[in-house]
């Protein structure tokens, strides 16, 4: 088996891996000086926390003062000491250790904690490993050259590169739990950790068979019992089915864990389903259905399983009613003309009409039985609810009809570049009678893509050139759509950077495809993109305008193509790709819903934008043995991590510069906790690069030059000038805060920030530059929409000072 790896880098620093023992000396010393009374760290407890956001991890609890001994020791920032002494939680940092990760987390993050969690139950087996050589202890481990399979002895060679060529290493299994397997060096010190469930279920097996007796039925059903503990239930039906013809004298004592595995496997299925329907995947999800087992299974999940197909069967049902009741009703419109628009509106609406977009006929499928509404009327509720939705009817089919001319109109203005026909579009708009900028904001949602999607084989990736005519530098992308993909469903995207020694390929293959065979990201609904944000030939990110200017084009260009839902965009990257979603990510913490870089480096910027981040979820991956990572990046999370932000930093213990595909799943759970923040009404942003320079509703224009980096810069240069501090409130009394360097200023608005009805007063800098009433600008709301293609966040009107 060869592992598919990010080589990039070799290094020799480390992190001291004594760290949690020296905060506890650091902290008991202080205490003393103090004149206090030491209660000392309690021991590493298994237990569990839950974040604020809703993560819960599990695993050995302890309080610490920082990620590293030197920012321990220090006692920076917020930790009352008095409240440390007595109960602990005065440690800004919890430390999670689940055997094989160690997750750090913000003690103000976590909303419940559980030290009393009961872990001894897990079914764990022993393999014997002659160990020899321990004297020499691996410093860091870089990019992995080949791993072979385990044997059933546990024993595999892993091929290291290292700056003294390649290097061939024995490990070796020395335990095996649901969670993890334990390994170790045979030939040198090197502890680390593998999920269970990313070992090949037959070398598992095999394994399994070496550590027990075969003919012991009670060590079978330990097996047995461990599958269903790793979450392996086929395996654990096997296993069970062996026991029961092996030994059938057993058959009433395992009856209660073959009950305990259907129902848990038959809940996975159920899940499985409902993940599905989210994803839009209907067909998917309706053979499922189909095939879900019914035998010994629970009342309450075939219940769900029913309601579920019932579910389907009305919704089947309404879309044959709506394709019946639409041309009845046409066939009794007397006016020729007006039957022929409807023809045409029809012939689209039956096209398109599926599990999807049914719920815009909502509506008119309540009243189309209603007596006392004309068919005119009736018609009217189901072509307006078509482009405006159903929430937004309206009965008179003069203005059902003005709707759809107004979307054609809409669609010409986003698409056209010829300011002449855009202003004769706008005019056009302004005349339709029941077409005003709320209804045209009530319709954006629900546009056709502005621009075509190159969509051959959708199973597959594709690369997409960004074809905007303002555009100041070639972009390019590639694209990954889920199963099922279907314009008129809304999909989460994760904008996916490539490190620098593969293609896009590589990232958009390790979120989106397994075995030749769909992937997370295919199977749970994301789009993924790919975006080209490195030069030819660069090895190193050098927090560049470029690379910043291609992931923005290209997430713009995304929105234009695909039903992307915007408030659901994540930023990862691997390898270099993670150093630029550091970056990038802090730079534009309004485009992100969260940050994932995986085995990474934070840069100079970092160490002035990571309070930009306040709003901005971060989840960090990254090896102990990967580099000096932990100590590199500490100096920026720790920070962060002591103001309470949404941060989890996972840390494979043993580890080193890897892809870590075993944490796909968290991550993906983690993503389904998200999203992003819209409309903040206090914004506090440092900028040191003209194009970091919108944040939320919020552009500034003209920075002064001494702050401001240059295009292209060394990431291990130190920023020595001081950044621009943007700095904008909404006060009581519908007044607007800005203070800004910037000698242009704009500023985006909408009923969610300022209230409409009433006078708005805004200060720059000090000086009152508008008092006056908003009023809804649809040249403003459709420009900006053309501009980011943003169908979830969207803004009334429009302010420029100068």
């Not at 202080?30 to 695993?59: K, Y």
């Not at 593998?194 to 037959?202: C, F, M, Y």
Request: net charge neutral.
């Amino acid at each position: 088996m060869t592992v598919r790896l990010f080589p990039e880098f070799d290094s020799v620093s480390r992190h001291s891996t004594g760290r949690l023992f020296q905060c506890r000396i650091v902290f008991a010393l202080i205490l003393c000086f103090l004149g206090l009374d030491f209660f000392p760290f309690p021991a590493a407890q298994a237990g569990e926390v839950e974040l604020e956001h809703g993560t819960i991890i599990r695993g050995s609890l302890v309080p610490i003062l920082g990620l590293t001994d030197a920012l321990a020791s220090k006692l920076e920032g917020d930790v009352p000491i008095q409240e440390s002494a007595r109960t602990f939680d005065g440690a800004p940092i919890y430390l999670v250790d689940d055997g094989m990760v160690r997750y750090f987390v913000p003690r103000r993050q976590v909303v419940r904690k559980n030290q009393d969690q009961e872990l001894s139950r897990l079914e764990t087996f022993k393999l014997p490993q002659k160990v020899t050589g321990r004297n020499q202890m691996l410093k860091t481990v870089g990019s992995y050259i080949d791993v072979t399979d385990f044997d059933k002895f546990g024993r595999r060679t892993v091929t290291l590169n290292t700056s003294k060529g390649n290097l061939a290493l024995l490990q070796g299994v020395t335990e095996i739990t649901p969670h993890h397997l334990k390994l170790t060096g045979l030939k040198q010190q090197w502890d680390l950790g593998l999920r269970t469930t990313s070992i090949k279920e037959d070398v598992l097996d095999a394994m399994l068979n070496e550590a027990i007796d075969h003919l012991n039925p009670n060590e079978r059903i330990a097996v047995a019992r461990f599958y269903i503990q790793a979450g392996l239930y086929l395996p654990a039906g096997e296993a069970f089915d062996a026991i029961e013809r092996d030994f059938p004298e057993y058959k009433e004592k395992i009856a209660t864990y073959v009950s305990e595995l259907r129902t848990l496997h038959s809940q996975q299925l159920l899940n499985e389903l409902n993940q599905r329907r989210r994803a839009g995947q209907h067909r998917l999800a309706q053979n499922a259905i189909m095939k879900f087992p019914t035998n010994n299974v629970a009342q309450s999940i075939l219940r769900q399983i029913r309601e579920v197909q019932d579910d389907y069967n009305k919704q089947q049902e309404q879309i044959d009613k709506a394709r019946i009741r639409l041309g009845e009703l046409e066939a009794e419109i007397k006016d020729p003309a007006t039957r022929n628009l409807l023809q045409a509106y029809r012939r689209e609406v039956m096209t398109q009409l599926n599990f999807e977009t049914i719920n815009r006929l909502g509506a008119f499928l309540n009243l189309e039985n209603d007596d006392s509404l004309t068919a005119q009327e009736k018609l009217a509720l189901a072509y307006s609810g078509w482009i405006v939705g159903a929430a937004n009817v309206v009965t008179d089919l003069n203005t059902a009809l003005n709707l759809w001319t107004a979307r054609a109109q809409v669609l010409e203005y986003l698409r056209t570049e010829n300011e002449q026909l855009s202003d004769q579009m706008l005019e056009t708009l302004s005349k339709l009678e029941g077409v005003s900028a709320a209804v045209v904001k009530q319709m954006i949602p629900l546009l056709p893509p502005i621009l075509d999607a190159p969509v051959r084989d959708i199973t597959n990736s594709f690369p997409v050139h960004v074809t905007d005519p303002k555009a100041e530098v070639p972009v390019s992308y590639s694209v990954l759509l889920p199963i099922e993909y279907d314009p008129h469903h809304t999909y989460p995207m994760i904008v996916a950077l490539r490190p620098s020694t593969l293609d896009a390929n590589s990232v958009l293959d390790w979120w989106g495809k397994y075995k030749n065979g769909p992937g997370q990201s295919q199977r749970r609904g994301y789009i993924v993109i790919a975006p080209e944000y490195l030069s030819k030939d660069q090895v190193n990110y050098e927090d560049n305008v470029t690379a910043h200017y291609a992931v923005i084009e290209s997430i713009r260009d995304a929105r234009k193509r695909f039903n992307v839902d915007s408030d659901r965009v994540f930023l990862s990257g691997h390898g270099t790709g993670a150093d630029a979603a550091f970056d990038i990510g802090m730079s534009h913490p309004d485009l992100f819903a969260g940050v994932m870089p995986i085995a990474g480096k934070t840069s100079a910027f970092n160490l002035h934008y990571w309070q930009n981040a306040k709003d901005l979820p971060f989840y960090i991956v990254g090896g102990e043995l990967d580099r000096d990572t932990l100590e590199h990046n500490s100096l920026v999370i720790n920070r962060m991590m002591r103001y309470g932000y949404d941060i989890i930093y996972a840390e494979y213990k043993g580890r080193g510069y890897e892809s870590y595909y075993e944490e796909i799943h968290n991550l993906f759970n983690w993503m389904e906790l998200h999203q992003r923040l819209k409309y903040p009404k206090d914004i506090e942003e440092k900028i040191l690069r003209p194009i970091d320079n919108r944040f939320y509703w919020v552009r500034t224009e003209d920075l002064p030059a001494k702050s401001m980096q240059p295009v292209t810069f060394n990431s291990n240069q130190r920023i020595r000038a001081r950044p621009v501090e943007l700095k904008v409130n909404i006060k009581i009394g519908n007044v607007i805060y800005v203070r800004s360097g910037g000698k242009i200023n704009t500023l985006w608005l909408n009923p969610e920030l300022v209230d409409f009805d009433k006078r708005l007063e805004v200060r720059i800098d000090g000086q009152r530059k508008f008092n006056d009433f908003l009023r809804p600008d649809m040249k403003a709301m459709l420009d900006d929409f053309k501009n980011r293609g943003d169908r979830q966040k969207l803004f009334d009107a429009r302010l420029d000072f100068f």
